[in-house]
């Protein structure tokens, strides 16, 4: 008896494959991550990223045109501060000549369409390493989420068109909201990373930057009181309903392909656009079992991406931005 139905038939050749493909990867599914450096011709290649870098101003100039022309319209930035700018507080974060506050304006001048969000964390500025202040072995959370308040309200004065708030303190959506409504930049939006997972896949974008915890017996060795424990689930839809709740206009989920899951559970859950970000450990990864030999680099790339949209991402943060549209044509 021959089976009425042969599945097989929609699979024959290339043609009949894209014709009936469920899941498709354009351009505009990505937000680029860059990384921006002070100086001046800096191209930095990051040791523990192959092929990623850090620009300095002048450079990034010539990168973002360049993700332009390949129909990249969206990025996404973050800054590596000179040490003797960090303290406890951030102060450099509200400078508003600052590195960060420079980047924006000169992805907004060089390319004035792209969008840009930029990272909302003390990390970066912190001489601790730590996403928030630190006193008496403890992360501070309200006193945290004012001073990342004021920052998101510094890169939107300096042209940033949504903020992203990394650092998983409560309350910080509204009252990053709040300030922004107040001193009327209604328009700029908020991509929350809500449910941040405390992970081991973060090492290379923490050399990138040079954030990580330091190694003192008064600091936390970790982030774990602060970003969310691996082993739970329904705790990441309460993140996400909270963060919605207080005026999220998209949500992230990070890192990307061990929680796919919680990015089923939040698509179906939630009518808001959900992001994805394919982190550092994930890139480094790829690269160093292809560099062997181990995979082939631009299969399991692309197998990737397709796998994070067909769980249910809007928006895939990825190094591997560049890699793909130049492999999907």
Known sequence: MFPLRRNRRLRQSEAIRGLVRETIVTPNDFLVPLFVTEGKGVKDEIPSMPNYFRFSLDELEKEVKELWNLG????????????????????EALNPNGLMQ???????????????????????????????????????????????????????????????????????ILEMREILEEEGFINTGIMSYSAKYASAFYGPFRDALDSAPVDLAEVPKDKKTYQMDYANRIEALRETEMDIDEGADIVMVKPGLCYLDIVRDIKNEYDVPVAVYQVSGEYAMIKAASEKGWLDHDAVVLEQTYAIKRAGADIIASYFAKDVVKLIG
Do not use: C, W
């Open 102 to 172: 420079r980047a924006i304006k000169t992805v907004k001048n060089t390319v004035p369409d792209m969008l840009v969000m930029t990272d909302v964390a003390l990390d970066p500025y912190s001489s601790y390493g730590h996403d928030g202040v630190v006193e008496n072995g403890m992360i501070l959370n309200d006193e945290s989420s004012s001073i990342l308040s004021e920052m998101a309200l510094s890169h939107a004065q300096a042209g940033a068109n949504f903020v992203a708030p990394s650092d998983m303190m409560d309350g910080r």
């Open 72 to 91: 990249l319209k969206s990025v996404l930035l973050f800054v590596k501060v000179p040490d003797h700018l960090k303290d406890n507080k951030g102060t």
